[in-house]
Structure formats: C-alpha cells, structure tokens
C-alpha cells in the first residue's frame, strides 16, 4: 500500500516537473512574458520564504522570524550562503535554549 | 593530433563545470542534510519502512510534501487523497520548471528531461541565479552536478534519518528547521542588493502568499499563486532588463 502511494506521489511530482522541457522548444514567448518568467525565480523565493518562515516553531512565531532576520544581515554584509545558514541555526538554537 | 586536443578541451571543459556545479551545490547540500534526516526520523516514527522512506526520496525528492505524505500515512490517510495533496503542493515546480526550461533553451532535450525531474525549491533556486552557465560550453554539466549533489545529500539524509531514529536531540533538529529558509534568504539578499526592484518582486509574491493563506487556502495554492501573480510584476519592474 505504502508503495502504491509512493508511485503515486512520485508521478503527480515528477508530471508537471517534466511537462515543460517537452513544450518550451514549441513555444515562442512574446518579449511581456519573458520578463515575467525571469519574475518567477524571486517571486518564488519570496513565497518560499514568508510566511513559512514564522512556522520555524509553529506555537513561536518570533523565533523563526529573528532567525530571518540573522539570516538577512548575514547575507547583507556579504557572507557565503554557507555562512549565513549556519548563522541562523546558530541563532536558532540559542533561542529555543 | 587536432581532434585529440579538440577532445582534451571539451573534457577540461565538462570536468570544469562539474567542479562548478558542485561547489554551487554545496549550500544545498548543508540545507538538506538536516531537513533530510528529520524527515528520516519523523517517516520512521510514522510506520514506514527503512527502504520505503529511502524509496520515497528517491523517487519523490520533493521536501515539503514527503513530509506531508509521511505525515498523513501516520494518520491513515487514503492513497487517492495523498496524492491529490502531493499534486497540489507540487504544482508550483511546473511554474520553476518552465521559467528554467525557457532559459535554458539552447540545451539539448536529453539534458532537458533529467534536469527537470531534478527540478526542486532549492535547485531552481540556486540554479535560476546562475542563467550565464546554460550559454556556456558543456553548461548541462553545470546544472546536473548541481543538481545530483542536492539530490544525493537528500537521498542520504533520509536514509541516515530512518537509521539513527532519536538520537539526534529534538532541540537541534527543530533549530535545523530554519536551514532552508535562511538558504533561501541568503541567495535573495545579494540579488536583491544588486538590483532593488527585484525585492520589490519578492515582496508582492510573499504579499500574494499571506493574503491567499489568510483566505483558507492550502499552502500549496498560496505559493503557486504567491509566484505566479508575484512574477506579474515583474512585467513591469522588469522593463528595462536587457534579455
């Protein structure tokens, strides 16, 4: 039973991730929707990011947003993404002690 | 003599990307592990299998929603309904997959189907900011190794997950939860000081986000209408961006 859902789910994944390397070459984009397509990738991370941020600790919001904004500093005065993930961990922990 | 070099070049070349690849992966990688072994502990606690969390992995690698699948077989949730959920809160990568697909066009189809399926938050994430690679000689490589460095890591953080159940302290693990979203953070925060406008755009999609969620929306919808409508304006803010 556990398998059937994981073929399940894997198909209603990897579908809709496919699907556009077979239709892109047959579509040509007006100039309008070329910027809106290059929208997406900050677009996207800007919905990845809030409010999923604040469920960090689902009964604590603040914990995940100050974790946020570690993250946001670290990033700001030039640090690697490494860096900045650790950081906030880092940040995090020390707020849940 | 001329092919051999010919052929030494393209070699130097894709051995060149790979490294790339790799090293641009690598924050993926650290954002992963953690994740990936909390979803190993949480799917062992639920009553899967060492192989069928493993299997899960492999075959779904999608975070969010093998948490959810992993969650709601615990509960004793029905498979057709696992699946509709697993759709719904996937369907944002058909949006990432074809705004990836359209720059990466020159890029034979062969390539194209494998870096889809690899085709994650995180991997288009890092992969979308790195459009000058897909111009460049053997750039398919760049992007594979990328994206085979998060799938592995994802894949063996499971596994490790399912093997060490609760040894890891659930302080830490918990703490570990911020790593993929300070990830995402730390790879907006530099665009967003290059160029502001392009914060602007990830305002108005985690705007469009809270709002849909605030209506009773599922969080699957709310993200992809968070980054479809957001992308909107980058119509507009956009404008004066040479293609």
């Known amino acids: 039973m556990i398998f059937a859902i994981i073929i399940g789910m894997s198909l209603a994944t990897m579908i809709p991730r496919v699907i556009p390397a077979f239709i892109v070459d047959k ?13 997406i990738p900050y677009a996207a991370l800007g919905a990845l990011i809030f409010p999923g941020v604040t469920t960090v600790k689902p009964d604590e919001p603040h914990i995940g947003l100050i974790g946020g904004i570690v993250a946001i500093i670290l ?18 922990f020390l707020l849940s002690i | 003599m001329v092919s051999d070099a010919v052929k030494k070049r393209k070699t130097s070349a894709s051995l060149h990307m790979i490294q790339k690849g ?4 690598f924050p993926i990688m650290l954002g992963y592990l953690p994740i990936a072994v909390t979803y190993g502990v949480l799917a062992k606690q639920s009553g899967m299998t060492l192989t069928e969390l493993t299997l899960m992995s492999v075959m779904v ?27 719904v809160l996937n369907f944002r990568h ?30 288009f994430a890092v992969s979308a900011l790195h459009p000058e690679e897909s111009k460049k000689e053997k750039g398919a490589y760049f992007y594979a190794a990328l994206i085979l460095t998060a799938y592995l890591s994802w894949i063996f953080g499971s596994f490790l997950g399912g093997v060490l159940g609760e040894v890891i302290p659930e302080r830490l693990s918990q703490s570990m939860g911020i790593a993929l979203y300070a990830m995402f953070i730390g790879l907006l925060v530099p665009s967003v000081k290059k160029e502001l406008r392009v914060g602007l755009i990830a305002i108005v999609a985690m705007l469009i986000n809270t709002l849909c969620i605030q209506l009773g929306m599922s969080t699957g919808w709310a993200i992809v209408l968070g980054t479809v409508l957001g992308g909107m304006s980058g119509i507009y803010l956009l404008k004066e961006e040479r293609p």
């Open chain 2, 94 to 123: 058909f949006v990432m997959s074809l705004a990836f697909m359209n720059r990466l066009r020159t890029v034979e189809l062969k390539w194209k189907i494998p870096l889809t399926l690899g085709l994650t938050d995180e991997t």
């Open chain 2, 22 to 25: 790799i090293a641009t992966g």
């Open chain 1, 75 to 92: 990033a700001y005065i030039g640090l690697n993404v490494i860096l900045v993930v650790i950081g906030a961990i880092a940040a995090v």
């Open chain 2, 61 to 87: 690698f999608a975070g969010a929603s093998q948490f959810m699948g992993a969650n709601m077989i615990a509960v004793g949730a029905g498979a057709v309904e696992i699946i509709i959920a697993t759709f």
């Open chain 1, 27 to 39: 579509l040509q984009f007006r100039e309008w929707v070329n910027r809106w397509l290059n929208a």
